[in-house]
């Protein structure tokens, strides 16, 4: 388990909900269309995803002071209609790695996803519909944590569409 801890000196808001519109939902996948030059939805939000995983990526080098710093390492892929693959790598600073993939069905999932980036610590958590527990955990940046809930929640309900 991953003990999720952050520090910011403005106040915080401990846990958010991404919600949109129809017209900001048109918007929004009009331009990521666009910048990942595709027709597709679909590929466009994994691309941004994706991405936005990369550049917020929680590396071991932003872990100063702790314990057992630690690559927190992510990519998105859909294995099958209605299912979202996550593939997590978690890379030691003694050189281990371990690797784990897990498929997130999406069918009956609330496709608004939370996201917390608690006071205290370097990292924000994205959270699993299912059950609450973080399903992503990112470099503590509040906007990054912000537009990656977006994009995910809007691949989500992609997902659901079938």
């Known amino acids: 388990m991953v003990s999720v801890l952050c520090v910011i000196g403005t106040p915080l808001i401990a846990s958010e ?3 949109f519109g129809s ?14 030059l595709t027709s597709s939805d679909r590929e466009a939000l994994l691309a941004h995803s994706n991405g936005l995983l990369d550049t917020y990526a929680l590396r071991a080098g932003y872990q100063v002071g702790q314990a ?12 099958t209609p209605g299912e979202l693959r996550i593939r997590e790598e978690v ?6 790695v371990a690797v ?15 996201y917390q980036c608690p006071a205290q610590g370097f990292s924000c958590s994205i959270s699993s519909p299912i059950d609450g527990l973080p399903l992503l955990v990112i470099l503590r940046d509040p906007q990054g944590a912000e537009e990656l809930a977006k994009a995910l929640s809007f691949l989500i309900r992609n997902l659901q569409k079938g």
């Open 68 to 79: 057992n710093p630690q690559d927190f390492l992510y990519e998105l892929s859909v294995a």
């Open 100 to 114: 784990r993939n897990r498929s997130l069905s999406v069918f009956g999932l609330d496709p608004y996803l939370q």
């Open 17 to 19: 909900v991404v919600e």
């Open 23 to 36: 017209d900001e939902s048109t918007r929004y996948l009009t331009e990521l269309k666009k910048l990942y």
């Open 91 to 96: 890379r030691s600073s003694s050189g281990g």
